[in-house]
């Protein structure tokens, strides 16, 4: 079965730089998405097609890929910033959906 | 305004059944794919079922031959129909667009005796 690997957690000072990675063999091939979810609430998505940022997402999040691994870089992190992070992508038929397992943000 | 309004969670036993629904408003519902997730208590995120909009749905091999996916375009409704329920179906459901661009806030199923 297709798989996304995470760190279980990523930890910086505020206004630091945080990257957390995502690696899976067909990311290669496929866009990532990442959600930022914070306690209690549901995910929001940050990042899609790998680098593209929605509306109402600040500068400060952006996303680059290489070959099968993708990362989420936010620039200057801000405490507000801390929480589980979250990759996905399409399984190589386009008809299944995977996760990645999480990674815990932690800024202090 | 643009919303997923999930209903439908519960309390239930082992090898019961349970109906989850997804209101949409707010957006052109017909014209999207739409997805339920859920995640266990404490745990990840995990992909459970996507509906195309011409119906045709697809699984995860977890809950494949006992969740049944479905869509009333007229009623703006998506809909998870649950059989054979197990502990380990114990989440919180989500209900989200094709894109994952928009997410509702979520229906605990809890399976206990």
């Known amino acids: 079965s297709y798989e996304l690997t995470q760190p279980s957690s990523v930890s910086v000072s505020p206004g630091q730089t945080a990257r957390i990675t995502c690696s899976g063999d067909g990311l290669a091939k496929k866009y990532a998405r990442w959600f930022q979810q914070k306690p209690g609430q549901a995910p929001v998505l940050v990042i899609y097609k790998d680098n593209e940022r929605p509306s109402g997402i600040p500068e400060r999040f952006s996303g680059s890929s290489s070959g099968t691994i993708v990362t989420l870089t936010i620039s200057g992190a801000q405490v507000e910033d801390e929480a589980d992070y979250y990759c996905?992508?399409?399984?190589?038929?386009?008809?299944?959906?995977?996760f990645g397992g999480g990674t815990k943000l932690t800024v202090l | 305004e643009v919303q997923l309004v999930e209903s439908g969670g519960g309390l239930v036993q082992p090898g019961g059944s349970l109906r989850l629904s997804c209101e949409a408003a707010?957006?052109?519902?017909?014209?999207?794919?739409m997805h339920w997730v859920r995640q266990a208590p404490g745990k990840g995120l995990e992909w459970v079922s996507v509906?195309?909009?011409?119906?045709?749905?697809y699984y995860a091999d977890s809950v494949k031959g006992r969740f049944t996916i479905s869509r009333e375009n007229a009623k703006n409704s998506l809909y998870l129909q649950m059989n054979s329920l197990r502990a380990g179906d114990t989440a919180v459901y989500y209900c989200?667009?094709?894109?994952?661009?928009?997410w509702g806030r979520g229906t605990l199923v809890t399976v206990s005796s």
């Open positions: 509906i195309g909009t011409a119906g045709d749905p």
């Open positions: 707010g957006f052109t519902f017909n014209k999207h794919d």
């Open positions: 996905s992508s399409v399984a190589g038929n386009n008809l299944l959906w995977v």
């Open positions: 989200t667009t094709g894109n994952f661009d928009l």
